[in-house]
């Protein structure tokens, strides 16, 4: 069993170098699938999530090729199977582009249904409805969608719901060799929605509106091989950022566009933190002392619902009571008993939580439920009195490239343990 050891009460100094974004990397690599040809895929996250999803290409037939931690060339040109490895594929929720990709260029995909972090139940009926619009037929069967276009996709209008980012990502990836023109309206606007549009426009598509509510595909006949460098990580900016804001400090984070973090850092200035943009990096000055805010989640432009347990933990001993409103899923907040056994004081009531702060956490056993729970739980250790343990560190590292690595480079008390997992010790006895 693998654990992190947190020692808090030390301020973060230094300087973090953030790593490419994993929502834009876990949906960039899926769409290799409908390109014959070899992509380069630059400033790519060394987690587990990405590590994973090459896997499951090269059980595909792709070729897959390590240049450094940071860069991989995919290729493929001889992926003839349409059903994804059930094996893989049930580990990760991203695992569902690859129905889009599949449908698109081969005219058939079978994928088991998604896996990943269970926070909450997150239904693909958005996603069919844009295979359907295009022409599909998608049936559920035994625990897999199995979707069939024999004659090929069909440019439609597809209206979804709601801002759903996977749907219109999904649709996206079917889209772009569809014959005729495809309009998804009402769609998500997420930095990373605009960089797989960016990617398959480097590859030959023609995407249009990618980051407003209309998105316009023209289908091609044929993508091709080409080189492309993933954006930086809104969210892993954003863990960093509240990170400092906690455990108090002065940290600069680079390799960030900080556009993209306006909604976060707007919040923590609220909180008392110091915030400086430059051209492509933040700089974040904290004391540790902040003061209550109110928070609502919503879609992009607005607050992330990625960055709520994040800045939950940031509340937890901010003065004076917050109110944290969860706008974008039902049961994000299952993690908030773990904060509680910390010496919190939060109440939840359905998707509201109100934060009273509390002068200080302190240490004990945690377990993470999920991954941006998990890295709420390591801020919180950062900024309690004692020692925390958090279990469960396999979801952290599905989107966290280096944590320990970066933590400790900043002056955090923090290391990665090895022990013996007690269930397995009792059932070898």
């Excluded at 899926?30 to 059980?59: F, H, K, Q, Y």
């Excluded at 276009?149 to 996206?172: C, H, R």
């Excluded at 994040?310 to 039902?330: F, M």
């Amino acid at each position: 069993m693998t654990k992190y050891m947190i020692r808090g009460g030390h301020p973060l100094w230094g300087e973090v170098t953030i790593s490419g974004a994993k929502n834009a990397a876990v949906a960039i690599l899926p769409a290799t699938v409908l390109i014959p040809g070899p992509c380069r895929i630059d400033n790519i996250p060394d987690i587990s999530d990405v590590n994973l999803l090459l896997e499951i290409l090269a059980t595909m037939g792709a070729s897959v090729r390590r240049l450094s931690r940071t860069e991989v060339e995919v290729d493929c040109t001889h992926v003839r199977n349409t059903v994804a490895p059930d094996e893989y594929v049930r580990r990760i929720r991203a695992s569902y582009y690859l129905i889009g990709s599949l449908l698109g260029r081969f005219g058939s995909a079978t994928v088991g249904m998604p896996g990943g972090c269970n926070f909450s139940f997150r239904p693909i009926d958005q996603h069919i409805k844009g295979f359907t619009a295009l022409g599909a037929t998608v049936e559920q069967v035994g625990g897999h969608v199995c979707a069939t276009a024999p004659n090929g996709l069909t440019g439609a209008n597809v209206y979804l719901d709601m801002e759903s980012v996977g749907a219109t990502m999904n649709i996206m990836l079917a889209a772009v060799l569809a014959s005729g023109t495809t309009v998804i309206e009402n769609c998500a606007k997420e930095p990373h929605i605009v960089d797989l549009a960016n990617f398959l426009n480097s590859m030959g598509a023609k995407i249009s509106g990618a980051g407003t509510d209309n998105i316009r595909i023209r289908g091609v006949e044929q993508l091709h091989g080409g080189y492309y460098a993933i954006i930086p990580d809104q969210i892993e900016a954003g863990t960093y950022l509240c990170a400092t804001a906690a455990a108090g400090g002065n940290v600069l984070v680079q390799n960030v566009i900080p556009k993209h973090l306006d909604c976060i850092t707007a919040k923590l200035e609220e909180m008392g933190a110091v915030i400086t943009e430059y051209d492509d990096a933040v700089r974040i000055e904290s004391d540790g002392h902040l003061r209550h805010t109110n928070i609502k989640t919503l879609p992009y432009p607005g607050f992330p619902t990625d960055m709520q347990p994040p800045i939950v933990a940031c509340l937890s001993t901010a003065g004076g009571a917050s109110i944290v409103t969860e706008g974008i899923y039902d049961t994000r907040f299952g993690y908030v008993s773990e904060l509680l056994r910390m010496g919190a004081n939060i109440q939840v009531d359905g998707k509201v939580a109100v934060v009273d702060g509390v002068d200080r956490l302190h240490g004990c056993t945690v377990r993470a439920p999920d991954l941006r729970a998990g890295a709420a739980l390591v801020i919180a250790g950062l900024a309690a009195e004692g020692e925390t343990t958090v279990e469960g560190v396999h979801y952290i590292e599905r989107g966290y490239e280096r944590l320990i690595e970066k933590l400790s480079a900043l002056g955090a008390d923090i290391r990665r343990v090895e022990t013996p997992d007690d269930n397995a010790m009792t059932a070898a006895g």
